[in-house]
């Protein structure tokens, strides 16, 4: 199999690097690694976002390459999409060390997705440091990512975030409301539990279900 892989990622035809990429998940993890990293700056856009996005799992065999390639791609891909996927990447293989790229790259970008994709991986790094950026994404004109970004502030599992999300216990969009209330039962403390008692009566039941820990 490994010898058509070959072939397939030599090709001039983007379907067969494609073609290729789904063969790849047959191997095992370490051979996998080496073929995907061939494609992560492929001229095609699809073909490098499919070869990022399954850098974060094949990352962990290499981490430090991983690093390096995933850093890349925020910082140099020209696709919102694949910096978006290299940004999950990061967050999925909790590489710390790519913190200021990703803070650098949301407070210039002017693509929501990219943005969105940063916030959730700075809540699975876990890193302290992320919460002065997750509270500024608190006020992002994009729904999505204030939904994410307090979903991220429960991640981190500061007590210190609770007051910044509170003020969105009475937010119209009961998608918000439903993740503040699993970020307050996460972070825990007097005033997470006053907030979590409003929304469990929400007229949402999905939002009053969540709050009451059901």
């Known amino acids: 199999m490994t010898e058509s892989i070959s072939i397939l990622i030599n090709s001039e035809n983007k379907g067969d690097r494609i073609k290729a990429l789904n063969l790849v998940r047959e191997l095992e993890p370490a051979i996998a690694f080496g073929y995907i990293k061939q494609l992560v700056t492929d001229n095609n856009t699809r073909v490098r976002y499919a070869a990022v996005s399954q850098l974060a799992t094949l990352g962990s065999e290499e981490l430090g390459e991983s690093f390096i390639i995933l850093r890349d791609r925020l910082v140099n891909d020209p696709e919102p999409d694949v910096q978006a996927a290299a940004a999950d990447a990061i967050g999925a293989l909790k590489l710390t060390d790519a913190f200021d790229d990703l803070q650098n790259l949301y407070e210039t970008t002017p693509e929501w997705l990219v943005q969105f994709s940063i916030v959730a991986a700075l809540g699975e790094l876990g890193d302290p440091r992320g919460l002065k950026l997750l509270q500024t994404a608190l006020t992002n004109q994009t729904s999505l990512v204030q939904t994410a970004a307090i979903g991220a502030i429960g991640e981190l599992g500061d007590a210190s975030g609770v007051e910044s999300i509170i003020p969105f216990v009475t937010d119209p969009d009961w998608q918000i409301r439903y993740q ?17 008692a409003i929304l469990a009566t929400d007229q949402v039941e999905q939002v009053a279900l969540e709050a009451q820990g059901k």
């Open 180 to 196: 503040l209330a699993r970020s307050l039962r996460n972070l825990g403390g007097d005033v997470a539990a006053k907030n979590l």
